[in-house]
Each structure stands twice: as structure tokens, then as C-alpha cells.
RNA sequence: GGUCCCAUCGUCUAGAGGCCUAGGACAUAGCCCUCUCAAGGCUAAGACACGGGUUCGAUUCCCGUUGGGACCGCCA
């Protein structure tokens, strides 16, 4: 393959909002087209809109994106460094008869909107300005785009096959606002031509702008792109996915301790597929991705399985990694200070033990609680169930069987609990219920040996002791 | 309203005319395992929107209906 045919794909985001659910899903099918065919992942900022863009947001939007893992080969360029490449170009369509000064004001535009839609008629530009021979003094004009008026325009879409459009049904569009900075339809086939884009993988939203699009590629001079139209992710009531839906920003959900390789998997399998495969590494998505199995129709979120994916990834992530992922959390939650250093290989076995129980990082932060701390918070339910004169006897025979012992291991402790409820013939939970309410304050935990091997001897028997304190 | 897109279990999807008694996954229910909770195993329930064609044969192809979505900005 020479360079010249090399797939060169692009992500452009404007910064008008943290990069969210589908917008992160669209940067993921173009890395992934990239990578799978050896390609370049351009990053371009549009940021032509000035008063709806913060520096902000570019920095969120980035940090998502490196979170998820997204790495891009060039870039990210911004819009609003570009302005005088826009302005030849438009200052080229202008000279060539193909664009045209219109001096209609924003309000005028509005009410012949307003107007039109009452009539029932579509709401189109009228061209007026068209046709005008000389400037209307004392306005500022905007610069329009001459769309032919006849004939069909064919858009041949990578996903969903041949679109066609009637020529007549496209507006004349503004492509440079009366303050001089030029807009969206126009600079986005400015920067694909001039950074060499193959292939626009984005949205389905934008599938009615590409006609428009496609016209000014032609009166450019240029060949347009290949076009591929992904479709939309819908919230829960079939509408479009956005902030009504809960969650939707990429970083909340990286606060609430989902693992991006999780969120990617997710996010691919939302309109993409590989067979019956739901659970697939990086490597396997690169090698398997491909824009033919992609499917056209829009998708629901579905938290639920999103949930399901990261306690599987959860799982098959090293307990190692997981001491550091899982440490930001245990911080925030003051269950830590923040030079606070744990054993690492002890905290290793802690997390190994509640791995699989459960579905986040946030979960697991909580759930290390009753291993780290020096006392645990009993539920009153917990107590009356089980800490009682019923199990008083046994509790205390135990810890002071514990006392003695030196080997404080699960297979040790084992030993221990079996020759207790033997000699009183009762069934093991009648005496691991009690003891995992006293270590954990709560009735529910991993394996109590487990629990106490990790909670330590010392500890274990504070705990043992302050429970009989209680009863 | 106009234009465009879409249509398989509740949800994500497999399915490229006979392999379909429509497969998998999440969620749901039951059972097993069991010191609790998970995890795991097994089982169950659950879909081709509808109507016409085309064909020996349609989930699969065509048309229409219905339903849903997107777009129609001096937003992107």
C-alpha cells in the first residue's frame, strides 16, 4: 500500500462538553479503523464556535480519551488556529461565483423561519441574496454556499449502502458568519481534504449534512472521502442518549470506578460484532474490527451489561494492578490517607478474596473497608441476628481457641472452627455467621476464613472481643 | 411539516433464501454448589412489527403500512 492510499481517519469533537458516551464510541470505531488497517488517528478540535468552547472541555475531552486508551497520531489541531486557511478558501469560492455575500440578518432569518413552518412550508433559506447585484450598505454579510438547485446527489455510505437525495431539498448554508469565522459544514471538509482524510466514520446525525458536504468538496475541487454513518446510542426510552439518561460522560464514569478496557468493550459491541464473542482484548478487537459489521440500527444503552463487562474485566485484571487502580477510591473515601502505604502483597490476597463479588472499583474501595480499618461499624440487623446469647458461648470459646494459636492461616483457622462446632454438633454457620458479623459488621463477606486470615490475628481478636462486649 | 435513516427476545446482537424447532450475551425465574454473599454449573421463560408480492421455499429479496430515530441554525 503506498502512503498515498494509507487510511488516514480523524476524530473532531467541539469542546462544548465533556466526551461522552457516543462521542467516545465514535473516536473508538475511527482508532480502531486506524489501527486495523495500519492507519493514522488524526485528532482535530472544532472549536469554531467560540462562545460554546472552553479550554476546559478540550482538556476533559483529552483526558478521556487517554483514559480510554485512545492514543492519536497527530494532532489534536485546533479550528481556531486555521481561521486563514478557511478564509482563502471561502475568498477562492467567492471569486469563483460559487458562494455569495447574503446581507439577511439573523432575525430576519428567524421570522421567515418562523413564518414558513406556520405555512407548513420547510424552513429553507428563500435566496434571496442570490441574485443581488449590488451590497445592501450598512450590514456586515455572512457568506452563503451555492447548492445546485437540480438534479440528485448520491451518497455512497460504507454502512448503509446508496442514499439519495434530491439536490432541491438542500439549503444555501451559511459558511461564514457575519463576524468573519467560517462554520461547521464548511471547515469540516476544509480540514478532511487538507489533512488527507480517507474515510469520515462518524455519527448518523451528520448523514443529512453530507450532501451539502459532498457539493462543496466538488466546488473545492476535491474528491470527497469515504463515508461511513454510525448509528446513534439511545437512552432507555429510545431517544437519544443525553444527560436525562443518568451518567454520560466518559470521566463520571471512570469516578465510579469502571475500567476503561470494560467501557471499550461495551462501547464496540453497541452496533459493532464479532460472531457470538462478547469479551475481547485490545489485540483482538484490532485484528477483528471491521466497518461491514457494523449494524445500522441505533442502539440502547444498557448499564446493566455494562456493569456485567467490568466485573468480568474486574476479575481477569491482575489483583496487583487492581492494589493501584483501586487505591484513588480508597483515598477519596478517607479509608487511607494519602501517603498511606499498604502491604502490598497483603492487600494483593485481601482483594483476591472480594474480586469477584464485585462489579467496580468503587465496590471493591468499600468493600476493603472492614479489611484496612482498626474497627468496624456493626448493623444493628446484623447484631441482633447473630450476636446473642444463643452464640455467645461459641464466640467465646473460639477466640480464646484463637489466643493460642500462632498459625493464623484459612486452612489453619479451618481446623480450628470444625473441632468447635463437632464438639457442639451445630452446623458451621451457626458459628461463621456471628464471627463474620463481628470482623465485618455485616452478614455478608467472602469465606470467614479468608476474612480472618487477611483481617489478621491482633485485629481479629479486638473485633472478637468487642462483638462480646456488645451482647 | 419536509428530507433521510432504521426495524430479530425487555436490552445488545448472530443470521447474507433452505443449515432456524431462530443461536449467543445481559437482565429475570428455578435448581445445584455452599459458612453468608457472590462467582460458577444446569434449566426455564422470552423475538423475526404488520400486509402484500418474488420464489418450490422467506427472518433473509422487493413494495406498502405502522412504529421509532435523526436532521432541517450566522450549533457542531
Redesign the pocket.
Same mark, same amino acid.
Given at each position: 500500500m503506498s502512503d498515498k492510499d494509507k487510511v488516514r481517519v480523524r476524530f *473532531? @469533537?467541539?469542546p462544548?462538553g465533556h466526551l461522552h458516551i457516543g462521542g467516545a464510541r465514535t473516536a473508538l470505531f475511527n482508532w480502531l479503523f486506524a489501527r486495523h488497517n495500519n492507519g493514522t488517528f488524526v485528532l482535530r478540535i472544532?472549536?469554531?464556535?467560540r462562545s460554546?468552547s472552553t479550554e476546559d472541555y478540550i482538556e476533559s475531552i483529552l483526558e478521556g480519551l487517554r483514559w480510554l486508551g485512545l492514543d492519536w497520531d497527530e494532532g489534536p489541531f485546533r479550528q481556531t488556529d486555521r481561521f486563514d486557511i478557511y478564509r482563502s478558501y471561502i475568498d477562492k469560492l467567492l471569486a469563483e461565483g460559487k458562494a455569495y455575500y447574503?446581507?439577511?440578518? @439573523?432575525e430576519e432569518?428567524?421570522e421567515r423561519?418562523k413564518e414558513a413552518?406556520a405555512k407548513?412550508?420547510? @424552513?429553507?433559506?428563500d435566496r434571496r441574496c442570490r441574485k443581488l447585484k449590488e451590497p445592501i450598505p450598512g450590514r456586515t454579510?455572512?457568506v452563503r454556499f451555492k447548492m445546485p438547485e437540480t438534479g440528485q446527489t448520491i451518497v455512497d455510505d460504507l454502512i $448503509?449502502?446508496k442514499?439519495?437525495?434530491?439536490n432541491s431539498?438542500l439549503?444555501d448554508?451559511?459558511i461564514m458568519?457575519?463576524?468573519g469565522?467560517p462554520?461547521? %459544514?464548511f471547515v469540516?471538509v476544509v480540514d478532511d481534504v487538507d489533512m488527507n482524510i480517507t474515510h469520515v466514520i462518524r455519527g448518523?446525525?451528520?448523514? %443529512?449534512?453530507t450532501p451539502k458536504q459532498i457539493h462543496i468538496y466538488n466546488a473545492l475541487g476535491y474528491t470527497p472521502p469515504r463515508f461511513a454513518h454510525l448509528?446513534?446510542i439511545?437512552g432507555s426510552?429510545?431517544?437519544?442518549l443525553s444527560k436525562r439518561h443518568g451518567a454520560t460522560s466518559v470521566i463520571a464514569y471512570r469516578d465510579a470506578g469502571y475500567l476503561s478496557d470494560a467501557l471499550v468493550n461495551y462501547l464496540v $459491541?453497541?452496533?459493532?460484532?464479532y460472531?457470538?464473542q462478547?469479551v475481547f482484548s485490545r489485540e483482538e478487537l484490532i485484528k477483528y474490527f471491521s466497518l461491514?459489521?457494523i449494524?445500522?440500527? *441505533? *442502539?440502547?444503552f444498557?448499564p446493566?451489561?455494562l456493569?456485567?463487562l467490568n466485573?468480568?474485566y474486574m476479575?481477569s485484571t491482575p489483583p496487583e494492578k487492581l492494589c493501584d487502580l483501586v487505591r484513588p477510591f480508597l483515598i477519596q473515601k478517607g479509608i487511607i490517607k494519602e501517603d498511606e502505604e499498604l502491604d502490598k502483597e497483603w492487600l494483593k490476597k485481601a482483594i483476591k478474596t472480594l474480586v469477584?463479588?464485585c462489579r467496580t472499583l468503587e465496590e471493591l474501595s468499600n468493600a476493603l473497608r472492614y479489611y484496612i480499618s482498626e474497627y468496624v461499624e456493626i448493623e444493628p440487623k446484623a447484631k441482633e441476628k447473630f450476636l446473642n446469647e444463643k452464640s455467645k458461648p461459641y464466640l467465646i470459646e473460639l477466640r480464646d481457641a484463637l489466643m493460642t494459636i500462632d498459625d493464623f492461616s484459612a486452612g489453619a483457622l479451618e481446623k480450628v472452627f470444625m473441632s468447635i462446632i463437632e464438639k457442639h454438633n451445630i452446623?458451621?454457620?451457626a458459628l *461463621?455467621?456471628p464471627v463474620?458479623v463481628a470482623m465485618t459488621g455485616t452478614?455478608?463477606? @467472602?469465606?470467614?476464613?479468608?476474612v480472618l486470615e487477611i483481617v489478621g490475628k491482633e485485629k481479629a481478636l479486638k473485633r472478637l472481643n468487642r462483638a462480646l462486649e456488645l451482647i
Amino acid at each position: 500500500m503506498s502512503d498515498k492510499d494509507k487510511v488516514r481517519v480523524r476524530f *473532531a @469533537p467541539s469542546p462544548t462538553g465533556h466526551l461522552h458516551i457516543g462521542g467516545a464510541r465514535t473516536a473508538l470505531f475511527n482508532w480502531l479503523f486506524a489501527r486495523h488497517n495500519n492507519g493514522t488517528f488524526v485528532l482535530r478540535i472544532e472549536d469554531t464556535d467560540r462562545s460554546r468552547s472552553t479550554e476546559d472541555y478540550i482538556e476533559s475531552i483529552l483526558e478521556g480519551l487517554r483514559w480510554l486508551g485512545l492514543d492519536w497520531d497527530e494532532g489534536p489541531f485546533r479550528q481556531t488556529d486555521r481561521f486563514d486557511i478557511y478564509r482563502s478558501y471561502i475568498d477562492k469560492l467567492l471569486a469563483e461565483g460559487k458562494a455569495y455575500y447574503c446581507y439577511c440578518s @439573523p432575525e430576519e432569518l428567524e421570522e421567515r423561519r418562523k413564518e414558513a413552518q406556520a405555512k407548513g412550508l420547510p @424552513p429553507r433559506y428563500d435566496r434571496r441574496c442570490r441574485k443581488l447585484k449590488e451590497p445592501i450598505p450598512g450590514r456586515t454579510p455572512s457568506v452563503r454556499f451555492k447548492m445546485p438547485e437540480t438534479g440528485q446527489t448520491i451518497v455512497d455510505d460504507l454502512i $448503509r449502502g446508496k442514499i439519495t437525495f434530491e439536490n432541491s431539498q438542500l439549503d444555501d448554508l451559511i459558511i461564514m458568519r457575519s463576524d468573519g469565522t467560517p462554520t461547521y %459544514n464548511f471547515v469540516v471538509v476544509v480540514d478532511d481534504v487538507d489533512m488527507n482524510i480517507t474515510h469520515v466514520i462518524r455519527g448518523d446525525d451528520h448523514l %443529512n449534512n453530507t450532501p451539502k458536504q459532498i457539493h462543496i468538496y466538488n466546488a473545492l475541487g476535491y474528491t470527497p472521502p469515504r463515508f461511513a454513518h454510525l448509528p446513534m446510542i439511545l437512552g432507555s426510552d429510545k431517544t437519544r442518549l443525553s444527560k436525562r439518561h443518568g451518567a454520560t460522560s466518559v470521566i463520571a464514569y471512570r469516578d465510579a470506578g469502571y475500567l476503561s478496557d470494560a467501557l471499550v468493550n461495551y462501547l464496540v $459491541r453497541l452496533g459493532w460484532s464479532y460472531g457470538d464473542q462478547e469479551v475481547f482484548s485490545r489485540e483482538e478487537l484490532i485484528k477483528y474490527f471491521s466497518l461491514e459489521n457494523i449494524g445500522k440500527s *441505533a *442502539a440502547v444503552f444498557n448499564p446493566e451489561k455494562l456493569l456485567w463487562l467490568n466485573s468480568e474485566y474486574m476479575k481477569s485484571t491482575p489483583p496487583e494492578k487492581l492494589c493501584d487502580l483501586v487505591r484513588p477510591f480508597l483515598i477519596q473515601k478517607g479509608i487511607i490517607k494519602e501517603d498511606e502505604e499498604l502491604d502490598k502483597e497483603w492487600l494483593k490476597k485481601a482483594i483476591k478474596t472480594l474480586v469477584e463479588r464485585c462489579r467496580t472499583l468503587e465496590e471493591l474501595s468499600n468493600a476493603l473497608r472492614y479489611y484496612i480499618s482498626e474497627y468496624v461499624e456493626i448493623e444493628p440487623k446484623a447484631k441482633e441476628k447473630f450476636l446473642n446469647e444463643k452464640s455467645k458461648p461459641y464466640l467465646i470459646e473460639l477466640r480464646d481457641a484463637l489466643m493460642t494459636i500462632d498459625d493464623f492461616s484459612a486452612g489453619a483457622l479451618e481446623k480450628v472452627f470444625m473441632s468447635i462446632i463437632e464438639k457442639h454438633n451445630i452446623k458451621l454457620g451457626a458459628l *461463621a455467621q456471628p464471627v463474620r458479623v463481628a470482623m465485618t459488621g455485616t452478614t455478608v463477606s @467472602p469465606g470467614i476464613f479468608d476474612v480472618l486470615e487477611i483481617v489478621g490475628k491482633e485485629k481479629a481478636l479486638k473485633r472478637l472481643n468487642r462483638a462480646l462486649e456488645l451482647i
